[in-house]
């Protein structure tokens, strides 16, 4: 009997590390919908990141599944639009109403400047309570709790074990078998997933759209994440500014690239005419997206909600 629950425990252990694999991949449906989604696993790890005079520092990450692709249109209309969405839900600890979802506004404008939102394009122009609020409508859906990675964790998962600044294998001179650039995208994004993927099955971190993170920006990154180096997550205290990574198909070839940091700026609403500014839309921002993650330990509901409380600033 012994012998057999040490078997049990080895053969659960072994379960546990399988499933531990980085890259592998777990399918998301969303309920009351035809939309579905796809995860890749990212393993806990160490993000090397240096300082202007040289010093060096190792972020520690816990293990997190990120979306294999940036959020597309193909997912988001249901939450844009109330005729895409019904009461289903697979929600454990509330009771999901349609009806009772805050959503999006009505854009002022076609904010994708006439690139259009089918055939799996990327979601564009949200600001970033906007994709916040994609967030907390999908953990509502589905029971799991998806936010938008941080800065550390969107570039360690954009590295794949990398040390440098690009992903393992690509080049200056291949850079377009990766990624849609300035030089290569005819000057629009276009559908997620035609580029090769990192060594942990992520399409489109470079290049195509760049990505909305969680953190606000600090000029000194280093300084900053050295004061608390597990996990760090530089909250947000007002609207501006949050950290963009990533870069875009308006972007140059080498702006795309896992450590380029951009900072959001009122800018992204310039042609807004509403006082104040959309607090869901950026009229200047057809080159900005997001993909989402999902922690392998889930929060309890009541840190959920804490979560949001925070993340969100107006």
């Given at each position: 009997?012994k012998?057999?629950?040490?078997?049990?425990?080895?053969?659960?252990?072994?379960?546990?590390?399988?499933?531990?694999?980085?890259?592998?991949?777990?399918?998301?449906?969303?309920p009351?919908?035809?939309?579905?989604?796809?995860?890749?696993?990212?393993?806990?790890?160490?993000?090397?990141?240096?300082?202007?005079?040289?010093k060096?520092?190792?972020?520690?990450?816990?293990?997190?599944?990120?979306?294999?692709r940036?959020v597309?249109?193909?997912?988001?209309?249901?939450?844009?639009?109330?005729?895409?969405?019904?009461?289903?839900?697979?929600?454990?600890?509330?009771?999901?109403?349609?009806?009772?979802?805050?959503?999006?506004?009505?854009?002022y404008?076609d904010?994708?400047?006439?690139?259009?939102?089918?055939?799996?394009?990327?979601?564009?122009?949200?600001?970033?309570?906007?994709?916040?609020?994609?967030?907390?409508?999908?953990?509502?859906?589905?029971?799991?709790f998806?936010?938008?990675?941080?800065?550390a964790?969107?570039?360690?998962?954009?590295?794949?074990?990398?040390?440098?600044?690009?992903?393992?294998?690509v080049?200056?001179?291949?850079?377009?078998?990766?990624?849609?650039?300035?030089?290569?995208?005819?000057?629009?994004?276009?559908?997620?997933?035609?580029?090769?993927?990192?060594?942990?099955?992520?399409?489109?971190?470079?290049?195509?759209?760049?990505?909305?993170?969680?953190?606000?920006?600090?000029?000194?990154?280093?300084?900053?994440?050295?004061?608390?180096?597990?996990n760090?997550?530089?909250?947000?205290?007002?609207?501006?500014?949050?950290?963009?990574?990533?870069?875009?198909?308006?972007?140059?070839?080498?702006?795309?690239?896992?450590?380029k940091?951009?900072?959001?700026?009122?800018?992204?609403?310039?042609?807004?005419?509403?006082?104040?500014?959309?607090?869901?839309?950026?009229?200047?921002?057809?080159?900005?997206?997001?993909?989402?993650v999902?922690?392998?330990?889930?929060?309890?509901?009541?840190?959920?909600e804490?979560?949001?409380?925070e993340?969100?600033?107006?």
């Open positions: 009997m012998d057999y629950f040490i078997l049990a425990c080895m053969l659960s252990i072994f379960s546990v590390l399988k499933a531990q694999k980085a890259g592998e991949l777990a399918k998301i449906t969303i009351g919908g035809k939309a579905e989604f796809s995860l890749a696993f990212i393993p806990a790890g160490q993000l090397p990141i240096q300082s202007a005079d040289g060096k520092l190792n972020i520690e990450l816990d293990a997190f599944w990120m979306g294999t940036e597309t249109y193909d997912e988001f209309i249901q939450f844009q639009y109330r005729r895409n969405d019904n009461n289903s839900s697979n929600w454990k600890d509330g009771k999901y109403s349609a009806d009772a979802v805050t959503r999006p506004t009505p854009q404008m904010y994708t400047w006439g690139m259009g939102t089918l055939g799996g394009v990327p979601a564009v122009a949200m600001t970033q309570q906007g994709a916040l609020r994609y967030c907390q409508w999908l953990f509502q859906k589905t029971g799991q998806f936010r938008l990675p941080t800065e964790e969107w570039e360690y998962a954009c590295r794949a074990g990398a040390q440098g600044p690009q992903p393992e294998g080049t200056e001179d291949n850079i377009g078998d990766y990624a849609w650039h300035y030089d290569n995208s005819t000057e629009k994004y276009h559908p997620t997933g035609q580029k090769k993927v990192n060594a942990w099955g992520l399409f489109d971190m470079l290049g195509n759209v760049a990505e909305w993170t969680a953190d606000s920006y600090v000029d000194d990154y280093f300084g900053e994440s050295s004061k608390n180096p597990k760090p997550w530089h909250k947000p205290s007002a609207k501006y500014s949050h950290t963009i990574k990533g870069g875009s198909f308006d972007d140059n070839p080498e702006d795309c690239s896992c450590t940091r951009v900072k959001s700026l009122p800018t992204l609403q310039k042609r807004d005419p509403q006082i104040p500014r959309s607090r869901w839309w950026n009229t200047d921002s057809s080159w900005l997206g997001f993909r989402i999902r922690p392998v330990k889930q929060p309890t509901a009541a840190e959920i804490t979560y949001f409380k993340a969100i600033v107006d």
